[in-house]
């Protein structure tokens, strides 16, 4: 766990969740919600949309067409446009006059299975792979190679993969073994259910990355109550 003393309700039911929360913390002065600009049925005080560099808008479809949850159009009720990446921010989003925040990724730490921290030099000059099920691998790719660190092989899974098929890390084990790894860097969010599986006999080492924006700002007030 992460965040430590932060409490963390995971449900389909939005309404229901919140309702949870303050009743067992009634001192919370704010609740952060993930994925839910699309979800009306629950008042936002203040909506952050994040959009990422490599993927973009993709062909500017909403889901299955396209990588859009909702259409362009929806971002006028936005509060902030969060930009995850180096570039420009792209005139699509900035045509809508809101407030765009950059920033990208960086490598915080690196640990092991046993959440020991293990120094970048030790994974230097070693044959290095990558292992992810997560929506952006190349996100992934990008920060580990702009910390210096090279990859021969990057197994790629679907979003939010499981894990749970005995098939497939035999699979892993195999190319490992044959390809001589000696690392397989994953993500921390992989390594939340990977670090449950029995007889895991891989070389993991966990990335752990924050997000740091690029320039200070100042969050708009929220009335409380």
């Keep these: 766990m992460k965040l430590k003393g932060i409490p963390v309700i995971a449900g389909k039911n939005r309404k229901l969740s919140i309702m949870i929360l303050e009743q067992k913390f009634p001192d919370l002065d704010y609740i952060i919600l993930d994925d839910s600009f699309q979800h009306l049925k629950v008042k936002h005080d203040l909506d952050f949309v994040i959009f990422n560099e490599i993927g973009g808008i993709g062909n500017g479809f909403v889901l299955p067409a396209g990588i859009l949850r909702e259409s362009m159009s929806v971002l006028k009720f936005a509060d902030?446009?969060?930009?995850?990446?180096?570039?420009?921010?792209?005139?699509?989003?900035?045509?809508?006059?809101?407030?765009?925040?950059?920033?990208?990724?960086?490598?915080?730490?690196?640990?092991?299975?046993?959440?020991?921290?293990?120094?970048?030099?030790?994974?230097?000059?070693?044959?290095?792979?990558?292992?992810?099920?997560?929506?952006?691998?190349?996100?992934?790719?990008?920060?580990?190679?702009?910390?210096?660190?090279?990859?021969?092989?990057?197994?790629?899974?679907?979003?939010?993969?499981?894990?749970k098929d005995y098939g497939i890390i035999r699979d892993l084990k195999n190319k490992v073994e044959n390809n001589k790894i000696d690392y397989l860097l994953t993500t921390e969010k992989d390594f939340m259910k990977l670090q449950f599986m029995e007889n895991l006999e891989l070389p993991l080492v966990v990335v752990a990355v924050e997000f740091c924006l690029a320039t200070n700002f100042k969050l708009l007030e929220i009335p409380i109550g």
Excluded: M, W
Aim: no cysteine; hydrophobic share 35%.
């Design 80 to 163: 902030y446009i969060v930009f995850n990446g180096e570039g420009k921010i792209p005139e699509k989003l900035q045509k809508y006059n809101k407030i765009a925040l950059k920033g990208n990724y960086q490598i915080k730490k690196f640990y092991d299975l046993n959440k020991n921290e293990i120094a970048i030099e030790k994974l230097k000059n070693q044959k290095v792979a990558l292992l992810s099920g997560i929506g952006q691998p190349k996100s992934f790719e990008k920060t580990v190679l702009d910390s210096g660190l090279k990859f021969e092989e990057h197994f790629r899974f679907p979003d939010h993969f499981n894990y």
